[in-house]
């Protein structure tokens, strides 16, 4: 089914760990993004891209490192997880255009770090 | 610097009552405005979009909101609500090549029987 897959659905880490959140797109959508969602602040944008190889910040970025090597994946990891990193994580994609069309979001990753 | 406010943390309504969702935007360009609802455990669905034309856009669920400029204002509303409407809804503001979407804090919304 197209659509955006987010792998793991859920994780706990401890505090000093890293991890990867994947983020995949069959859709050949260039733009992608990363989302947290916390609760009474709704979703704020941690990195996003425009096309592969191209990668900028968002509001939140700090501890998280994304990197976009093709059109249809985007990772995000946490390099060294902390409790503040505990939240619900949404990647996102959408066509590039002279229109916004929406984004599709995946189903998320909720992370706990201990 | 752009923003989106929904001033509603949680509204209760009667299942078949009217339902409207405020959502106030600041953002200096043209705005194209969206509304997305959240089902528990579930990632975010779009009920509707506006870009330009006609303000009052009609949705997927029975949803319309209407585009006030006057107002920075895009209300989400719907006629006779139902018990499935019970989510979480949120008002974004995007940039015209549809990057960078910027999010209320969301509405809870619950149905009572």
């Known amino acids: 089914n197209a659509g955006v897959t987010q792998t793991p659905k859920f994780q706990v880490l401890k505090t000093g760990q890293s991890m990867t959140l994947q983020c995949a797109q069959d859709?050949?959508?260039?733009?992608m993004s990363w989302y947290r969602q916390d609760p009474g602040m709704g979703l704020r944008l941690i990195h996003y891209?425009?096309?592969?190889?191209?990668?900028d910040q968002g509001e939140v970025p700090n501890g998280y490192n994304v990197s976009r090597s093709t059109t249809e994946d985007f990772p995000l990891r946490l390099l060294s997880a902390a409790p503040s990193q505990t939240s619900v994580y949404f990647c996102?994609?959408?066509?590039?255009?002279?229109?916004?069309?929406?984004?599709?979001f995946g189903s998320g990753t909720r992370l706990t770090v201990v | 610097a752009q923003s989106v406010t929904q001033p509603d943390i949680h509204i209760t309504v009667s299942e078949g009552a009217s339902l409207e969702l405020r959502c106030n935007y600041s953002y200096g360009a043209t705005p194209y405005l969206f509304w997305y609802v959240q089902s528990p455990g579930q990632g975010l669905q779009l009920l509707l979009k506006?870009?330009?034309?006609?303000?009052l856009v009609q949705g997927i669920k029975g949803f319309e909101a209407e585009f006030k400029r006057s107002q920075s204002s895009f209300n989400l509303r719907k006629p006779s609500v139902h018990w499935s409407d019970a989510a979480e809804y949120f008002c974004?503001?995007?940039?015209?090549?549809?990057?960078?979407?910027?999010f209320g804090q969301g509405t809870e919304l619950s149905v009572k029987p």
């Open positions: 974004a503001v995007g940039a015209h090549k549809g990057s960078e979407l910027i």
């Open positions: 506006y870009f330009s034309g006609d303000t």
């Open positions: 891209s425009v096309g592969a190889g191209i990668t």
């Open positions: 859709m050949n959508h260039e733009y």
């Open positions: 996102a994609s959408s066509r590039v255009g002279q229109s916004p069309y929406g984004y599709t």
